[in-house]
């Protein structure tokens, strides 16, 4: 990986990190207890519960992407970033601009 590929990567990984943290404080608000007192019908209750549930779900998602975004942004100035850790091939640049957490190639990935 060349020096300007890896600052253009430093950089895709700090606005992900950023997208990764506003869809966070969104997904928090989403996931907020749902109050007993709020004028629910029953089935409308249920809805929004279910809409909780999934929310959450999304919320460790994100959580789980943003810590793996602030580990490769830690770990791209090492000589092991940008290897496969399954078959130790080089993992090609173009994967790495849309996915900078990956760790695995695109076959490896696929096997998985």
Not at 58 to 85: D, H, V, Y
């Amino acid at each position: 990986m060349t020096n300007d590929e890896k600052k253009e990567l430093i950089s895709k990984i700090k606005e992900k990190i950023e997208q990764a943290q506003a869809e966070i404080v969104h997904l928090e608000d989403a996931t907020k207890p749902i109050a007993p007192e709020n004028s629910l019908g029953r089935v409308s209750r249920m809805d929004a519960i279910n809409n909780k549930g999934v929310a959450e779900a999304a919320l460790r998602s994100s959580q789980k992407k943003l810590n793996k975004l602030k580990l490769a942004l830690t770990m791209i100035e090492e000589p092991g970033f940008g290897q496969c850790k399954i078959c130790k091939k080089k993992i090609a640049t173009a994967r790495l601009m849309f996915m900078p957490e990956s760790t695995r190639c695109i076959k490896c990935a696929d096997r998985r």
